[in-house]
């Protein structure tokens, strides 16, 4: 089945640094890949949709600039917290749909676990 | 934008009973419908999902029932066991194999008691 990954798992970083997050599509190319945000006992927030070859679109209330998304190639996607604060700890997942699938299935990574200390 | 609603927040079921959680959504033109499972720290896994044009889909113990006209779709698991104690969460969207942004329920916590 399809996989995705994300790295880091877990980071914890201190306040007014930046933090990278990768996601990988492992065994399939994704055109659009999905950025959410997960606080404790709380839904998923889909953040952004990230776009291979041109900008991300964002969701209303995300700060383009402080979430930097880069969809260099068909297989990752990368996440970048700037100057981050304690109020960004959350749990951040990915997801990607196959390209050329004939499901609307999305597959999501593992997810990240951010501290901002 | 689409808006979904999920109920019940939390549900306790005795071992081996049926749970039953229910979702609306309010966009009419949305037509894919998943639902994911997801525990403690763990990424969300898809269970079943349905397509507009079905009204009901079944696999195994799961099953999932869409009312277009009403615009609500409910998850049933029958003969539960502890392994199904997780959160799930229900989805929609407008499926056109181009951006499919899911928009997710408020999540349900469902506890099987042994």
């Known amino acids: 089945g399809a996989v995705v990954s994300q790295h880091p798992s877990r980071v914890i970083c201190k306040s007014g640094t930046s933090v990278k997050i990768e996601c990988r599509s492992l065994d399939f190319q994704a055109t659009t890949m999905f950025w959410y945000r997960q606080f404790p006992k709380q839904s998923l927030m889909l953040m952004a949709t990230?776009?291979?070859?041109?900008?991300?679109?964002?969701e209303q209330g995300v700060e383009k600039d402080k979430f930097l998304i880069n969809h260099a190639s068909l297989t990752l996607s990368t996440l970048t917290v700037t100057s981050a604060h304690p109020e960004d700890s959350s749990f951040y997942i990915c997801?990607?749909?196959?390209?050329?699938?004939?499901?609307?299935?999305?597959?999501f990574g593992p997810g990240t676990r951010l501290t901002v200390t | 934008g689409e808006n979904v609603e999920q109920h019940p927040s939390t549900l306790s079921v005795q071992e081996g009973d049926s749970a039953v959680i229910k979702c609306t959504y309010s966009d009419s033109a949305s037509n894919y419908f998943p639902w994911y499972k997801q525990e403690l720290g763990k990424r969300p896994q898809l269970i079943i999902d349905i397509r507009s044009n079905v009204g009901e889909k079944k696999d195994q113990r799961i099953a999932v029932t869409l009312n277009k006209t009403a615009k609500h779709f409910s998850l049933h698991i029958t003969e539960t066991q502890p392994e199904d104690s997780a959160v799930y969460f229900c989805a929609a969207t407008v499926a056109n194999f181009g951006n499919e942004k899911l928009t997710f329920g408020t999540g349900t916590r469902l506890t099987i008691i042994p």
């Open positions: 997801s990607a749909r196959a390209e050329y699938s004939l499901s609307y299935e999305q597959y």
């Open positions: 990230s776009n291979e070859g041109s900008k991300a679109t964002y």
